[in-house]
């Protein structure tokens, strides 16, 4: 049974950092690329980063490009989000999925295996 977990979310003002990790279980974890997406209330999910398989890219929204830092640790099987510089516009449910689709990274469509997601939220 494949198991994804979010955790590290919380309550930051504006300016702080979050760490989000996200621990995995049951899926060969080494050979998926992972993803960050989040979910803002009355709004669509949507992409934060990406790494790839053997972390040789990442890519990231415009909207968090140079405060957010996605890395992972195949050993351990678990993806993280460092979230720094953060602003009331990043409050949202962070997700993190397992990409199984050749479609693009940045179509929620493309994951499978999604977390619970955990919540971030940040006063300003």
């Known amino acids: 049974q494949v198991q994804l977990v979010e955790s590290g979310g919380g309550l930051v003002q504006a300016g702080g950092s979050l760490r989000l990790s996200c621990a995995t279980s049951?899926?060969?974890?080494?050979?998926?690329?992972m993803g960050w997406f989040r979910q803002a209330p009355g709004k669509e999910r949507e992409f934060v980063a990406l790494?790839?398989?053997?972390?040789?890219?990442?890519d990231y929204a415009d909207s968090v490009k140079g405060r957010f830092t996605i890395s992972r640790d195949n050993a351990e099987k678990t993806v993280y989000l460092q979230m720094s510089s953060l602003k009331p516009d990043d409050t949202a449910v962070y997700y993190c999925?397992?990409?199984?689709?050749?479609?693009?990274?940045?179509?929620?469509?493309?994951?499978?295996?999604w977390g619970q997601g955990t919540q971030v939220t940040v006063s300003s």
């Open positions: 790494i790839t398989w053997g972390s040789s890219t990442t």
């Open positions: 999925a397992a990409k199984i689709s050749s479609t693009s990274y940045r179509e929620s469509r493309s994951y499978g295996h």
């Open positions: 049951g899926l060969t974890f080494s050979s998926y690329s």
